[in-house]
């Protein structure tokens, strides 16, 4: 593809950034009475709000041009259609497939995947009872009450942030835990709590290679044996994974795997069987409801109008915002405490995904692609980083999030939350300026040479840009289509940005030199390793108890 610098449409946008990309959201808003209705949608019941974003009838339908002059639309289809679209492992990219409906036939090489798909749901429905109803049980007999996966990233990400946000739909009789890192503490958190008779591990890896999965899971299984005994291990570890050898290698019964397939990347892979934990947390039926969320934005992204179509306007005023507002990073503020976990998700799926600095055929990116993502549930936010939202010099753009409805019995202390997120957008966008600061200091009865020291540092200046996403309440449809949104969202920015969304090459590296640095690390007397590290190792047999 040209690179996209160089497109008339891009060219466009540089000079309206110059133009209307100037005007101040407070003078946008006093020139529109109507800005609201124009600049927002409401889709699938979800409400888009970009309003308060800093743009015009000419910036969206430029950057809508834009989205047309790159193809988007085809780009949709390939990535529908089961195309090799994920190029550098020559991989399709199915996780639509995941959540599509069951008369769908979808092809990758020339063979259907969807029966297996089906098969593979039907399974967790079936094992999601058992464990639910009691027939699967543990090596002595007993139910199992307290599930445990041991995963990370996309294996363990999604399983979090999804059973908090649905924590009002959890199966009273289960317990879920989640073990992600390697430093051995959260393992040992969870061990301290559960009683070995009744856990079952579920041991979630797409490659079955991961190093810090791996080595939790090993741990867990010896803990499991010096217990139980060594039978034990084939009634109370199930897994997930591509890799059937090593699920043999480590004793996983055939009953106990769900499968994955290449075509579904691990940061988009909470709707499949990686999804296991989820459904054993709320139930199958919530699960389902998740799916039945996630593709009704599927259908919504493949076939709506761009300038109705919820992630391609999300993707699109992400491009405004990086590219020609020059907004470094975007911070997500959902106020509902239930999506905690949120920011941390979209983080693996927006950064590993689009934090990349070549084109797909490998040719460096002359402009910025994937802005860094960062955030916290509002109200505490408020209390802790938006004074530098409001007043510092980051250029930063916003999203807020938030049901009508409390994810609590407490519907009094959400409209407190609504509140503070409607007003909170307003003073981004609007400001505080000097008359209103004059007006105020005035009021209170100050003297002019007080109000006059105190007036810069009371200024807001505004124009911080965000996207308001409302709905009624938070449950499993609506967080899949809140997902599914920020999932294609994604897709649609890359493939502006012309790069690979769905390889993580980035995170080798790193990953290679920690398995050469693990020996020395054990061992540091006789390691041989770079200077720098040596100095570090230094303290580590000094200090190592
Ligand atoms: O961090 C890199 C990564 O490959 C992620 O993309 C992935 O979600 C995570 O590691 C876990 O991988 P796996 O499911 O294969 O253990």
């Not at 990535?79 to 990219?93: H, K, L, P, S, Y």
């Not at 639910?132 to 294996?155: E, L, M, P």
């Not at 397939?261 to 709320?282: E, F, H, P, T």
């Not at 250029?395 to 049901?403: E, K, S």
Request: proline share 3%.
């Amino acid at each position: 593809m040209t690179q996209v610098t160089t497109l008339p449409e891009w060219q466009a946008l540089k000079a309206l950034a110059r133009t209307d990309g100037t005007m101040h959201l407070r003078d946008l808003f006093a020139g529109n009475a109507n800005r609201f209705a124009e600049c927002s949608r409401c889709e699938l019941d979800i409400l888009f709000d970009y309003s308060r974003q800093r743009v015009t009838p000419a910036i969206m339908q430029a950057l809508m041009k834009l989205a047309e002059a790159r193809g988007l639309r085809t780009h949709i289809d390939a990535m529908f259609n089961g195309d090799i679209i994920n190029t550098t492992e020559q991989r399709a990219v199915l996780h639509t497939a995941l959540r599509a409906s069951a008369d769908r036939i979808v092809y990758v090489n020339g063979k259907d995947v969807m029966p297996e798909v089906r098969d593979n749901l039907q399974r967790m429905h079936k094992f999601v009872d058992g464990v639910h109803t009691g027939s699967i049980q543990g090596a002595t007999g007993k139910h199992f009450t307290d599930i445990v996966n041991i995963g990370i990233g996309g294996s363990d990400l999604g399983i979090v942030m999804a059973t908090e946000a649905l924590a009002r739909f959890r199966n009273h009789n289960i317990t879920l835990r989640c073990v992600s890192n390697i430093d051995g503490s959260q393992l040992a958190d969870v061990l301290e709590k559960v009683d070995a008779e009744r856990t079952l591990f579920i041991v979630c890896s797409k490659t079955f290679t991961t190093i810090e999965t791996l080595s939790n899971a090993r741990l867990a299984r010896q803990w499991v044996v010096d217990r139980l005994g060594d039978g034990a291990v084939a009634k109370h570890f199930a897994a997930v994974s591509t890799n059937h050898k090593a699920m043999d290698e480590f004793l996983i019964t055939p009953q106990n795997r769900f499968t994955m397939w290449d075509w579904v990347g691990g940061r988009y892979s909470m709707w499949s069987a990686v999804g296991l934990s989820i459904a054993l947390a709320v139930g199958m039926d919530n699960f389902n409801f998740l799916l039945e969320g996630a593709h009704a934005m599927d259908e919504h992204f493949r076939t709506a109008p761009f300038d109705s179509n919820l992630p391609v306007l999300m993707g699109m005023l992400g491009i405004w915002n990086h590219n020609f507002l020059n907004m470094d990073s975007l911070a997500v503020l959902p106020y509902d405490q239930r999506l905690h976990r949120l920011p941390a998700y979209l983080q693996q799926l927006e950064m590993e995904s689009n934090g990349k600095r070549v084109t797909i055929d490998g040719t460096p990116l002359e402009y910025e692609s994937g802005a860094v993502l960062w955030g916290e549930p509002g109200s505490n936010a408020q209390h802790s980083f938006f004074q530098l939202l409001h007043q510092g010099t980051a250029r930063v753009a916003l999203d807020f999030i938030a049901p009508v409805n409390a994810s609590s019995e407490f519907q009094g202390q959400q409209n407190l939350a609504l509140a503070n997120c409607f007003a909170q957008a307003q003073a981004f966008a609007l400001g505080y300026n000097e008359a209103d600061v004059h007006a105020e200091l005035h009021v209170r009865g100050m003297d002019d040479a007080t109000i006059k020291k105190l007036t810069p540092h009371k200024i807001h200046p505004g124009n911080r840009p965000s996207s308001l996403i409302l709905f009624a309440r938070l449950g499993p449809k609506t967080l899949g289509k809140l997902i599914a949104l920020y999932e294609h969202k994604v897709f649609v920015q890359s493939v502006i940005w012309d790069i690979n969304a769905f390889d993580q090459w980035g995170v080798e590296l790193g990953k290679k030199m920690a398995e050469k640095l693990a020996p020395a690390v054990e061992n540091p007397q006789s390691a041989k390793v770079d200077p720098a590290v040596q100095g570090l190792l230094g303290y580590v047999s000094k200090w190592r108890r």
